[in-house]
């Protein structure tokens, strides 16, 4: 049986947009198997990129595949998601998820609007007004097995997203200070 967060507010997917990126892969460019531990090195690069980031993130742990949800409290919505885009193309993935908080969510029944990208940056599927329960589900049928969202390690930082002209104005600033080449 699943056990559910409590109306998702750990996860952030209500209030903001959030990615979820592994590095986990089953092959290697050279078609080589790669192991549980390779995999777990390769995600601990990608969570020292996501922390230098600055971005808060959740931990989610899975029976092989181990996830992380980026939660956006730092960047344009735009930017976000290139950077996204360039983190999935380093580790060869071949696609993330980007939700947003659907704006007709109540604290009771909370409802995202989603985004599958290819490494290419185009949308591949999408939906609307999905409950966090429905993603849950999705990754549970990439995965074989049960995805729940109730095994995270949160790891906050202390930006909050931009609510204002200015606060955009300084999200633009520091994304390009920190990835010129995006």
Not at 65 to 70: A, C, G, K, P, R
Not at 110 to 129: L, P, Q, W
Request: contains cysteine.
């Amino acid at each position: 049986m699943k056990k559910y967060i409590r109306s998702s507010e750990e996860v952030h997917m209500n209030t903001t947009q959030c990615c979820f990126i592994t590095a986990f892969r089953e092959y290697d460019a050279n078609h080589m198997r790669l192991s549980k531990t390779e995999n777990r090195k390769r995600n601990k690069e990608l969570e020292a990129l996501i922390k230098s980031s600055g971005l808060t993130y959740h931990k989610v742990h899975g029976g092989f595949i181990d996830t992380f949800v980026v939660v956006n409290n730092r960047f344009t919505f735009q930017d976000f998601t290139k950077l996204m885009l360039d983190w999935c193309r380093e580790f060869d993935q071949e696609a993330i998820l980007i939700t947003t908080p659907d704006p007709n969510s109540t604290k009771n029944d909370i409802n995202v609007e989603g985004r599958y990208y290819d490494a290419d940056g185009n949308a591949t599927m999408s939906f609307d007004h999905a409950t966090v329960q429905d993603v849950e589900e999705y990754f549970t049928n990439i995965c074989g097995k049960d995805f729940v969202l109730s095994s995270v390690d949160v790891i906050e930082t202390s930006y909050k997203k931009y609510q204002n002209t200015a606060g955009y104005v300084m999200a633009r600033r520091d994304f390009k200070q920190m990835y010129p080449d995006l």
